[in-house]
């Protein structure tokens, strides 16, 4: 039995785009529960869009989300060049086998030519395809083409006439017929190869067993088919995974939806979270669960469980997958993983974030500066800078005058405690609050607001001790004078 062999082939063209994720994820899942090999190769041969940045931010994202190829351009293999920017001299030498044997031919029509004949089709209401115009050039007309210069394209010869079938793994069979397919353009006049002549010459010669790949590639591989028939070859098995969707079922794209891995990166996700997240589209666990790892997902991985609707790309759901991620974290983890990501680059002590950690984890979804700051800033200011609207002491159904007056014995009760810790200072609140006729939540959220500058927050009295005493009075303090202007 062959060794499964399979490839992601992104075009550096723009940011690392999810779906690469997606569809690498699943050619990686299959290659490791088959023992295989999972190939990245580069597909560039679009020289004024690609860039090298690109790619590296490819491969970077990639790494990333967790999934490592065995060969590719960074890392060698027995089957490269890994860049088709680096393979036009085989892509030309399998052009000209095809001339040679009559299975494709050279188009000299001008691009002047060619858009008269597509503005005609169109206005005839003609299927757009190559009118064949050179497809039966004499010998004699073609050196005379050359000899003069002229720039041409080579295309494959279609059949006029039959059918062109094969079997997809999750579809069955698709059928189309050959007068439905354009004379497809295999070399471009500067020398480089079409998406369709590399990704056939490159699978084949990189023995790729199995093509993984978008369902919107389903219209191209009958001519990938007739390729394979052309070269004499023999065919991958192909697997085309249904498209990802917006929720209102319209294909994922960067207007309703981020689409760049970077972007998910900046955003705070946990890496697994997003490769669990993807191996929910479209494929499902043998017992119905939703969260798994990626070697829980290899050893169950079965392609009758990938069906062909489009599966919706719901960032709701991925940022409550993400949030189930982060309360599965050690205190230890979660601090690396914060200092990784939402606070790389700032200098906030480990030691302190090992406390501060566990009051937010219930609280974040992911690991962003923002959500951070939201939910803990005021752990790293002092008791001057804190800001907030003096109206916010005043809770529900009590008087403004009553404030000041209420955060004063508060204030006392606290320094009198002897231990600073959470039970004392919950019974000195609760306390105080039915001395002076309040319920314990109102005194509670005058307290929030005066230690902390907003109504949400971690457990406010772990919050108190890990500010510890003495700071906590000054914020006490401060908001006994703004509440003073309450009155």
Known sequence: ????????????TGDPHVGTAYIGLFDYVFARSRNG??????????RTRSTPESEQAIMESLRWVGLQWDEGPDVGGDYGPYRQSERSEIYRAHTQMLLEADKAYRCFCTPERLTEMRDRQRKEKLPPKYDGRCRELKPEEIENNLSEGKPFVVRLRIPPHGYVSFTDKIRGLVQIATEQIDDQVLLKSDGFPTYHLANVVDDHLMEITHVIRAEEWISSTPKHVLLYEAFGWEMPQFIHMPLLRNTDKSKISKRKNPVSLLWYKDQGYMPEALLNFLGNMGWSFSDGREIFSLDEMIADFSWDRVGTTGPVFDITKLDWMNGMYVRQLSPEKLTSRLLETALAGRDVGRERLLRIAPLIQERITKFSAEEFDAMSDFFFIGA?????????????????????????????????LDAWETQPMEDAIRALADEIGWKAGSLFMCVRIAVTGRKAT???????????????LKRMDNAIEKAQALL
Do not use: C, H, N, W
């Open 1 to 12: 039995m062959k060794t499964v062999r399979v490839r992601v082939a992104p075009s550096p």
């Open 384 to 416: 001057d800078q804190l800001e907030y609207d003096p109206g916010l002491l005043a809770p529900k159904k009590t008087e403004p005058a009553d404030v000041a007056p209420a955060l004063q014995k508060m204030r006392e009760r606290f320094d009198a």
């Open 458 to 472: 971690p457990p406010l009295l772990e919050s108190m001790v890990i500010l510890g005493k003495d700071e906590s």
């Open 37 to 46: 090999k999972f190939i990245l190769r580069i597909e560039d041969t679009d």
